[in-house]
């Protein structure tokens, strides 16, 4: 037998919210602990992403006296969810909803600062259990500057790179809309201010989805948990029937690395590895080209799994988001959600709730491609539409010249022009409008009910009366976008049960082999169900995975 070059109680492949949490719960338990990454950069997915955790009666709703129970996340999820098999099992939301406040408390007593998003709705609040109040959280602002040299090694937030503001994203919806109402206004100031304060003391302001991961990591350094950076798991060590550790690559050898409590696979999705999109997504999914996801995310140890006799469920399911190309770069389509544009497919027609979710927009759009062109489908809007919103990093009214001469934005002087332009059906795409323009002045969608929920009105226009996502389009010009399903990863794959342990098809465990976040099956099925679902389900199973590891 090869000997080991290091020993450890627990690993973390991968150092996003599950890893990092994992690690850290062993820690507190008197375990040692040893986190991998393959990039140079450390965060993965949680840093990219905006960095929150949807965890239902979490003790900051407790302490701020907002309603929610067990009951009503159960109520929630079952409304929802469905049964989707044992991806969510009873046993799998139980915990869930169960250990998730337990999660944010044992964060809380380590150091870690959170904020409500309030507001920040359910993403289905009027289903049963649902909150239109929310039950997201934050982290607080963190300067990167704390982490002295590891700070160069966190990857670099995609709010951060699109704003430039430390902006929270329960602030977001505001920033977005910051010249349609006097509350927007003052937050837009503040957020700017608090920016432009902590850069001139000399600070690095994070918020989001890197301050989350700098917080963990943080403390992780402070407790002295080893992360191993360009660290790449080439194989899983079975000895005995039971994992007994990895074969990592990193310092430009080798290493065999005992862990004797067990293994946590919590290395992400597979949205940038083709050949499994080819395999398991919807063919007009088959590339990475739209995909926000952490380039890390190439699916390896979710195929490592499997070759250990590892089952996997829901390998079609995507966190998807609507995307629009600028130069040939994807970049986040948040128009939809104001009130004076539609969505429609080539023959002009709409095919869904513009302001719903990221993920139920996205799927509706590719389930309608199977009948009609709807990849890409057509973002519809006119010059009222423009002179009231600001695109991109722009003042309101100013689209962007290189748009146009990029071609990422269609402009012509009647509908009919627009859609031929477009491909798009012209006697469709008048005769939606026709439609559309009555029920927009009465605000009321008869069709698809754009703006009817909580969720739609917290991203629509507080300013336009009577419906914040509804508007007549109608004035000349007339503009288009082209629109595609882009991911921010995917969210099926190993099966795991409700202690994160890997299970096998026959329902038979892995021994100390255990999994969470995108790399797995998610408790959410086949839903999103609210801000900041999946880094939530990975960091509970992460949690719970270490518990389980150091025998609670």
């Not at 996340?73 to 044992?86: L, Q, S």
């Not at 963190?142 to 790179?161: A, H, M, N, V, Y």
């Not at 310092?251 to 999705?269: E, F, N, P, T, Y």
Request: glycine content about 12%; aromatic content about 10%; charged content about 20%.
């Amino acid at each position: 037998m090869a000997e080991w070059n290091f020993t450890t109680d627990f690993v973390s492949i991968g150092s996003g919210a599950g890893g990092l949490i994992g690690a850290l719960a062993t820690k507190s338990r008197g375990f040692e602990a040893l986190v991998l990454e393959k990039r140079e950069v450390i965060g993965g997915s949680t840093a990219k992403s905006g960095g929150i955790l949807w965890i239902p009666n979490n003790p900051l709703m407790k302490a701020e006296g907002v309603d929610d129970s067990y009951e009503d996340a159960m109520a929630y999820f079952e409304d929802v969810v469905g049964d989707v098999g044992p991806a969510s099992s009873q046993q799998r939301r139980d915990v869930y909803v169960t250990n998730g406040p337990n999660m944010v408390s044992f964060l809380q007593d380590l150091g870690v600062s959170f904020r409500r998003c309030e507001g920040y709705s359910d993403y289905y609040p009027d289903a049963k259990g649902g909150k239109a109040r929310g039950r997201s959280i934050e982290g607080t602002l963190f300067d990167g500057k704390r982490l002295g040299p590891w700070f160069e090694k966190l990857q670099i937030g995609t709010l951060w790179e699109m704003l430039g503001l430390a902006a929270y994203t329960g602030e977001v919806a505001r920033l977005s809309n910051y010249n349609r109402s006097a509350k927007n206004f003052a937050t837009s100031v503040k957020v700017w201010t608090r920016t432009k304060v902590a850069f001139a003391r000399g600070q690095a302001p994070l918020t989001a989805g890197w301050n989350l991961v700098a917080q963990l990591l943080n403390i992780a350094l402070t407790s002295e948990v080893p992360v191993w950076t360009q660290a790449h798991v080439r194989d899983v060590i079975v000895e005995d029937g039971r994992v007994a550790g990895v074969l990592v690559r990193h310092a430009g050898k080798d290493q065999r690395i005992l862990a004797r409590k067990g293994v946590l696979i919590a290395s992400g999705g597979f949205s940038h590895n083709t050949d499994m999109r080819k395999r398991f997504l919807d063919e007009v999914a088959a590339s990475d080209e739209w995909s926000f996801s952490n380039p890390g995310d190439t699916g390896e140890m979710i195929e490592m799994a499997m070759g250990l006799g590892a089952a996997t469920d829901l390998m079609d399911e995507v966190v998807w988001n609507p995307v629009k190309l600028v130069e040939g770069v994807p970049v986040f389509e948040v128009e939809r959600q104001r009130p004076g544009s539609i969505y429609v497919d080539s023959a002009g027609k709409r095919f869904v709730n513009e302001a719903n979710s990221y993920l139920e927009v996205c799927k509706a759009q590719i389930e309608r491609n199977r009948t009609t062109k709807a990849v890409p489908a057509w973002l519809i809007f006119d010059d009222d539409f423009r002179s009231r919103y600001a695109f991109s990093k722009g003042r309101p009214g100013v689209i962007p010249q290189e748009w146009f001469t990029n071609g990422a934005v269609i402009k012509a002087g009647t509908l009919q022009e627009l859609a031929t332009s477009c491909g798009v059906d012209p006697e469709g795409l008048r005769a939606t409008v026709a439609r559309f323009n009555p029920d927009a002045k009465r605000g009321v969608d008869s069709e698809f009910h754009k703006g009817d929920g909580a969720y739609n009105r917290y991203l629509g226009d507080p300013k336009w009366l009577p419906n914040g996502c509804l508007a007549p389009i109608e004035k000349a010009p007339f503009f288009a976008i082209a629109v595609y399903p882009g991911d921010v990863g995917t969210c099926g794959g190993i099966l795991a049960d409700e202690h994160a342990r890997v299970l096998k098809p026959s329902g038979d465990v892995i021994p100390n082999l255990y999994a969470t976040g995108n790399a797995t099956a998610s408790v959410m099925g086949r839903a999103y169900l609210g801000a900041g679902a999946s880094i939530a389900n990975s960091a509970v199973f992460g949690y719970l995975a270490a518990l389980h590891a150091s025998g609670n």
